[in-house]
């Protein structure tokens, strides 16, 4: 395994100069000062083997990436036919934060978790009696998945908090049409709290491991959350996981992935579908590359999960 | 595989039923006028076998499913980055023939090739100087990969022609923002030709694999087009293959699919996703009910394609 | 003019059964208790003559009919050019209550004063240092027009205000965009009080007045705003002050007038406009029937205003 | 009035420069070989007298001020309800060629006649047999009106029709929800010619007159057209005639007008709306000037219509 961990390393340095086709995130100061031409990778096997390469040791937040841990999470606190209920899964092609098709498509039910409409009405169902329950709930179920603990990065979420109004008016127009479920002040701080948890690359690996894995956790050896739920969230990755480049995404790399604003992007690659890499029987990919384009999405780290695909041959289709 | 064909026979007759819960489309004479109560389906291997299965002999219009041939082709004739130069593939959560998004996103680049815009934008692009030498192109095409002859049904060629309202404001529309690459009623005839091609679900089953096995026909041992612009397509089907369905069915079924208004369904199980199924190596998969719901899909037929992915553990994700 | 008195005090009668069409505002709980059938008229000339007829003594909240008076006041507190940077006059078609605009036309400057978004947008450019002293100012201005005291409906105001998620999710998408003055809540706080300021038909008749004589209070003998905001605000009642029929109370009734979810009417008939009425220079019309249609406006009320307006041919076109 | 005639004409040349701000329209080969300096009015009151200045003996093309005649001969030849069963009385706020609304607001009927979706409806609501005959019927009005010949120029007819792409997509639209009374191109023959109808500035005075007197022409002693249909055209012209700068235009104007691209512009000025002015009974004005804004007026036309209207008291609010 050698070689391929210096072929990655090498590749990281390859595509690491991409980063100036982007900047950093602007709106959050936190996010802004980050070096916007730092790359990183990781990518762990179910054996727990990782490979690693790039600035590993940096910490970021998860930002919309962590949508899919709560979708996850609300599934398994309250089940699947309640949260599709309140949450569609359908693609949309409109940017994150969009408003119109809440009104535009009567009842106002959003359209899947991984626009920021949906995932608030899903934090909002997560269990708890307060938002900090519902927070904690959240980071001993990562803390489950990763094996260590995290936190969240208050100086981010203060930030985050405090420049919300577009958050803040989806939510109220969620209320409104009655797509949530405990107060909107409540339902912003879990979304914006868990958006500003910290974490690293090999812990976005070990998540993205257990998601191709079927929410199996290969090293606790545990049945970590049921295998339709996983099936569910990998399609929703792969529809609708890459802002409104997911349908590129999908056409050109070809895997389930989830990115967020912070630069960090997690793939999983299912058991069966990277028969020719390293990593035989699937694998969970992390990576962090700051520097985003106008969409959200990493570009250096776009560019090096594509090349990385496609030399290990780990398309899903 | 004797114990496999008495169970999808069995599977047939048990998801008939469901057919009751749609109807025949009935903007269209030809198709208004079919069984509803049909229900047919064709599975081929890389070698060859074949299970079949209820009205088998019945013959019907590609309708939508015809999208995904003329792409392929239009990659083929012109090359991909041309053809994406004039269509996106990004998912949209619109109905198939909203004009919409054509508009509201400028410059008015039809979002993908599944919906009406993209697809008559495509048909526009295919090779021929005139609508004759297109189709006649196409059903080249066509019958390389089947076999055999096949053809348009000029009834209903000729019914849909003289109710394309809908389709000539799109594609009228396309050529206002320059996105069609010949005259407006060419491309239409074209399309609406397409369209009317007949065919069976063994036809069907045995597209499907070409496109699962990435280009390569198994029977012919020729690389037909290809492998990138293979891939492209299925997550083309997967994130906008059934209509704005097709999230849910990916969420829930997890396959490339794409249906026709005349209720079919081709689906292409990809070499590595059906590991555990009597097609560990993948297969094509054709489907014909022709009582639809509200969306365009075949209630019957996609009710019968979940239980077997299902069953035999088809599932990409 | 007795003979004008009886019959106005007919035509209430006449109009009031239309009242069965409509229906009380139900989402605010103040509102829904009112009595459906009541219907009363004001009609105030430049003399100061007045003709009333049915529940006039009845007092009722302004709700939308208070979007005029702010627009004015914020016209004579930050100046025309200052306003119309913040708010367009452009008619719509949408509802009050619509946001799809906001993103869809960006900036995101709101349309029109009259519909929510910029009715709030209005709010929060009123002259004070805080909610209270924004809403004090408006009542001073209130009473200069009226000649007494006027107050805000605290019950209104507090089921407003718990129930003000939609416009909640318009103030924050006006704050994110740029288009609030002031904070947020203090913006909504100042709308929503404004909404729940208690008048009679008389005292609306006496603000209708003012604003058919350009801002010349008749009675003072006070040019009380400037001419030109007069004529302004006029313009906008005319294109946008029925919300989405305002275009058929133009094409059949022809006068500047604006409708409020409390069954309340306010009309401008300019000075040259009514030359064979019993007001040859003009007149403010009060009226208020709380049975409001979908749109929301009064049922009987703008009957009652069509057959007045036809009878003594004040269209002012 | 000579006085007048002097001021009118100094307007004109004070005004001229302002053309510099636009560009003659630049889709219609005939119209961008316009000379974008012109500036000519006509102002004509009800007993015949007109005053004149600039380039008046220039002919252009109606383009869409023909929208308000065609409405009014669809009124005569059908009948209120008729025609507003088809199309709808109001604003929109969108540009004058939108197609959204027709998919967003179902089923379909177009908002207004003053933009493409509504004036093509109301083409193919003109009596006549063929296209032919309709557009006989029309010239025949317009020539009842004016008091001479008007005809087609066939080479702007020619060119758009050639480009008109945009609006087939609008008609075939219109067509597919019911809301075309005619065959899609017949209709649009009938809106591309009466488009191309050549007039001068005094014929569109003349016009506006009619209109202004609510249908009955002062020097034939005649009711061309009942009181009620001029009355709404009026509302018509001020809610939605000046394009989606209508709202800005009644502000800050306060006239029913109607605008085209040819940079045509007619007035008209009701009988009681300019008591001040040397018209104390209301005029028709028509002006010329083909350099127009983004949105489709002409630069110099519409500020020598608000000085004019300014000086003169004619505002009607």
Redesign the interface.
């Known amino acids: 395994m050698l070689d391929n961990h210096t072929k990655i390393a090498q590749w990281v340095e390859q595509f690491r100069p991409y980063a100036k086709e982007g900047n950093c995130a602007s709106y959050i100061p936190a996010l802004a000062e980050k070096n916007p031409n730092q790359l990183a990778i990781a990518v762990i096997g179910p054996d727990g083997s990782e490979m690693r390469a790039g600035d590993t040791t940096e910490r970021f937040t998860l930002q919309s990436v962590s949508k899919i841990v709560t979708f996850i999470l609300a599934c398994m606190d309250k089940g699947l036919p309640y949260v599709l209920e309140r949450v569609?899964?359908?693609?949309?092609?409109?940017t994150f934060n969009?408003?119109?098709?809440?009104?535009?498509h009567q009842p106002g039910k959003p359209?899947?978790p991984m626009i920021n409409a949906g995932a608030i009405t899903v934090s909002s169902m997560l269990s708890g009696d307060s938002p900090q329950e519902k927070i904690d709930n959240l980071l001993r179920f990562l803390e489950k998945m990763i094996g260590k603990k995290v936190s969240v990065n208050e100086e981010v979420f203060q930030s985050e908090w405090h420049t919300a109004?577009?958050n803040?008016?989806?939510?109220?127009?969620l209320?409104?049409s009655g797509y949530l479920d405990c107060p909107?002040e409540e339902a912003l701080e879990v979304y914006l709290k868990q958006c500003a948890i910290e974490i690293d690359v090999s812990d976005m690996a070990m998540i993205g491991l257990i998601i191709a894995n079927d929410g199996y956790h290969p090293l606790l050896k545990t049945q970590l959350f049921p295998k339709q739920v996983?099936?569910?969230t990998?399609?929703?990755m792969?529809?609708?996981g890459m802002y409104?480049?997911?349908?590129?995404f999908?056409?050109?790399i070809?895997l389930?992935a989830k990115s967020g604003v912070s630069g960090a992007i997690l793939a999983a690659v299912?058991s069966?579908?990277g028969?020719e890499s390293p990593f035989p029987t699937g694998c969970g990919i992390g990576i962090y590359g700051p520097a985003i384009d106008t969409i959200g999405n990493s570009v250096a780290g776009v560019h090096l999960l594509k090349y990385i695909a496609t030399e290990w041959n780990m398309?899903?289709?």
Chains 1, 2, 3, 4 share one sequence.
């Not at 569609?88 to 409109?94: F, L, N, Q, S």
């Open positions: 569609d899964v359908e693609p949309t092609g409109d969009s408003i119109v098709r809440l009104e535009s359209f899947n109004n577009r803040r008016a989806l939510a109220y127009y209320m409104a909107v996983a099936k569910l990998k399609a929703l792969v529809t609708c409104n480049a997911s349908g590129k999908a056409a050109f070809g389930p299912p069966h579908a028969l398309n899903i289709f």
